[in-house]
């Protein structure tokens, strides 16, 4: 076992014949230390003590349940630090076995509601069961009512509660939940020491409500309180502390809203600073990741309209697909980003006019469509986005058509190229099988009826009807 740090007492040496009480008593050493200095190696030390202290326990001993939620307490903080999901699931069902062996009236039980209610929740977040999260927030609830207003343990109950709620909120979009968790969140900070370890996360919660009031409500002191409130969880969180590169995320997030609402280039700027440095230090494999790259990519194309930065814009879409790339096929997250490279691709549409890129958009917002649930809330705003989408690519169709007849027309009436030269001219342009009865029109201003049909009869006798119907395949228009 390695030597503590300088200022931090040595830990005892295993007894050569351990009890469980010892094992015990030292992996509660090794994790108040990796809380500290967050060595991961602390953390393995400590689950591996806690293992063989519960392999020591029998049974029927009163301790064994202790012994079971400390391991699942271990495992929870592994998980969190690398988000391992073997390690999710084996601290829940450790997590239950310590519920059950808890009796009704036994003055853990509290403790042991509040321990399951945080591993539920983390597991909502992986797996987006509903069950996992109803859950989590009826064991917070119970835990709380079983518990004394002066419980030390009352604040860190109160946190759980508070995030549980404001991801119900997430989910059914219930204004009470959201309320309810900004409450529980303030009663949590009002009873945390300014020393106490878990002040930054709970200040972060704190932000991460405030900023779904300020969307829920458009009331600007709230976002204005959460850049403070963000800001301050930043500034006393470690560097090297796992949760830095969320803290720095949430707050390039909160400063984009600030950005959307005052146009202040300075927030913009600071905004994709920090989300930049949060990627630096996320690993790939890391299931954040996608979100941080959805976050730099709105950033970006925030950028582009601001500065008519082409590049800008460029990245911005190699990010959101990477980001796509890294979201699972069912993830919560997945119509969100596709419906973000979607609008991306066709911002680069009406700069470029390459009809590559909305035909792309549009086949990426009915995926989005198709991946969101009926009674989502943000099944009105995907619909409107693909509306507007077939509909830039219809008016795009129509001025195309408008220009080429016109273009056809004056070709003939000025005699530049003859019908055969107006044949090869049109047969390097898809929407030209579409345009006859409109080149009619315009070649019929300047005379030239026979011309027309002399092109009409050449396109098909040639063949391409095959071309034709492969283009008239992508339809816009379908009410499929």
């Known amino acids: 076992m390695r030597s503590a740090p300088p200022d931090e007492p040595l830990i005892d040496a295993r007894p ?22 967050y060595d991961p190696e602390d953390l393995d030390d400590a689950i591996d003590v806690e293992r063989q202290a519960l392999q020591l326990t029998p049974a029927d001993h009163p301790n064994r349940s202790g012994r079971l939620q400390a391991l699942a307490d271990l495992l929870r903080s592994k ?40 591993l539920l929740h983390a597991r909502y977040w992986r797996d987006q069961c509903s069950g996992d999260l109803d859950s989590a927030v009826a064991d917070a609830e119970e835990a709380i009512e079983l518990t004394s207003d002066d419980y030390p343990g009352m604040p860190a109950q109160r946190h759980t509660l508070a995030e549980a709620l404001h991801s119900r909120y997430w989910r059914d979009r219930d204004s009470d939940d959201l309320y309810s968790a900004d409450k529980q969140e303030c009663l949590a900070l009002s009873s945390t020491s300014r020393d106490d370890l878990s002040r930054p996360a709970r200040l972060h919660t704190l932000a991460h409500i405030l ?80 979100a941080r790259l959805h976050t730099l990519a709105e950033l970006l194309h925030s950028l582009y309209w601001r500065n008519s930065d082409s590049p800008a814009l460029d990245h911005a879409i190699a990010v959101e697909r990477e980001a796509l790339k890294s979201t699972p096929e069912y993830h919560r997250d997945r119509p969100a980003r596709l419906h973000t490279l979607a609008e991306l691709l066709d911002s680069r549409y009406r700069q470029d006019y390459n009809s590559a890129d909305i035909d792309d958009a549009i ?12 009674d989502h809330p943000d099944l009105p705003t995907l619909r409107q986005a693909l509306y507007r989408l077939t509909g830039t ?29 107006l044949c090869s001219f049109c047969a390097s342009d898809p929407y030209a099988y579409e345009n006859f009865d409109d080149l009619f029109a315009g070649s019929a201003d300047y005379g ?33």
Not at 80 to 90: E, G, Q, Y
Not at 363 to 374: F, I
């Open 393 to 421: 690519a219809r008016s795009s169709h129509w001025h195309r058509r408008y220009t080429f007849c016109q273009l056809c027309g004056a070709l003939l009436y000025r005699s530049e190229i003859g019908v055969a030269g």
């Open 16 to 37: 050569r014949f351990p009890t469980p009480l010892d094992l015990h008593a030292l992996a509660d050493q090794l994790h108040s230390r990796y809380l500290r200095y």
């Open 211 to 290: 900023h779904s009031r300020y969307w829920c409500d458009h009331d600007p002191d709230d976002l204005i309180l959460a850049i403070r409130i963000e800001s301050r969880a930043l500034e006393i969180t470690p560097d090297g502390h796992h949760e830095r590169p969320e803290r720095l995320h949430t707050l390039a997030r909160l400063l984009h809203s600030r950005y959307m609402r005052d146009r202040n280039a300075e927030d913009l700027n600071n905004a994709t600073g920090w989300v930049v440095q949060a990627l630096d230090v996320t690993a790939d494999d890391h299931p954040d990741k996608a």
């Open 79 to 118: 998980y969190m630090s690398n988000r391992n999901s073997p390690d999710l699931d084996v601290a829940v069902g450790y997590a239950r076995q310590a519920l059950e062996l808890t009796c009704a009236d036994h003055p853990d039980r509290p403790a042991r509601l509040h321990a399951l209610a945080r």
């Open 363 to 374: 086949n990426l917002e009915r995926q989005a469509l198709e991946l969101t649930p009926e």
């Open 448 to 480: 030239y009826d026979d011309e027309y049909v002399g092109v009409s009869n050449s396109f098909f006798e040639d063949g391409e009807a095959d071309s034709y119907d492969h283009w008239r395949g992508f339809d816009v228009y379908s009410e499929e």
